[in-house]
């Protein structure tokens, strides 16, 4: 089955600069790759995807790149800002995220005002 | 639109005993996941149903979990007997399926369990 691991496991930042975080997968036949936000106490909330045919795509302060070769995806957040603490997770799907989502094991990332 | 509804939201029970989660998806959403949380781990499905037939129920540990979805709309969730390592939040999703940006899978607020 697939597995995704995903590096750092937490992430601290000054205001203001920019975070990225790592994922990696194994299985080739995953096409389709969403970042969740999850703030203590609440629901996963998607901020972005991207399907395995775009190699990038940008979303405000948030973009996230994709090396299929390498399996390789990651997420970039600019100018961060205190409401971007939160634990952060990737994962993969097949079928274009028609199937079950697997998960890292998330990055808690702090921002420092 | 209205979310993802689950409850309870919280439940404390002993081990051995049984529980139930309910969950309400977003109108017209035909698949429905239900996802484990253990603590400081990402979400792990335990099964997914189009409609009201399972599409991967693979990594539910059947001995003592089971799950329906009546009329292709609510779900149950029923743990029985429970253990401590069943001590999670239940996370239920739902998304469209089947058409180009369809494949989104909104949450719920998620059922925190505590197994004592």
Do not use: M
Request: proline residues 5%; glycine residues 8%; positive net charge.
């Amino acid at each position: 089955g697939e597995n995704v691991e995903q590096h750092p496991s937490t992430l601290s930042v000054q205001e203001g600069d920019s975070a990225v975080i790592k994922c990696t997968y194994s299985d080739s036949a995953s096409n389709y790759f969403p970042w969740y936000k999850q703030e203590l106490g609440k629901r996963p909330q998607l901020i972005i995807d991207i399907r395995s045919n775009v190699g990038e795509k940008k979303d405000q302060r948030i973009a996230v790149t994709l090396n299929k070769t390498a399996k390789h995806f990651s997420l970039h957040i600019t100018e961060t800002q205190p409401e971007d603490s939160a634990v952060y997770f990737c994962a993969a799907s097949r079928n274009f995220g028609n199937e079950k989502l697997t998960f890292g094991t998330g990055t808690r990332l702090t921002i420092i005002p | 639109e209205a979310g993802v509804a689950q409850s309870p939201r919280y439940k404390i029970i002993e081990k051995r005993q049984s529980v139930a989660f309910w969950c309400n998806p977003i109108s017209g959403h035909a698949t429905l996941y239900w996802y484990q949380q253990i603590l400081g781990q990402g979400p792990k499905l335990l099964i997914q149903f189009q409609n009201n037939g399972v599409v991967d129920d693979s990594q539910l540990p059947k001995d003592r979990f089971s799950a329906e979805r009546l009329k292709g709309v609510d779900s149950t969730l029923k743990i029985q007997p429970a253990k401590l390592e069943d001590s999670a939040v239940y996370l239920c999703a739902s998304s469209l399926t089947g058409r180009r940006g369809g494949e989104t899978q909104y949450f719920g607020p998620g059922t925190r369990l505590l197994v004592l």
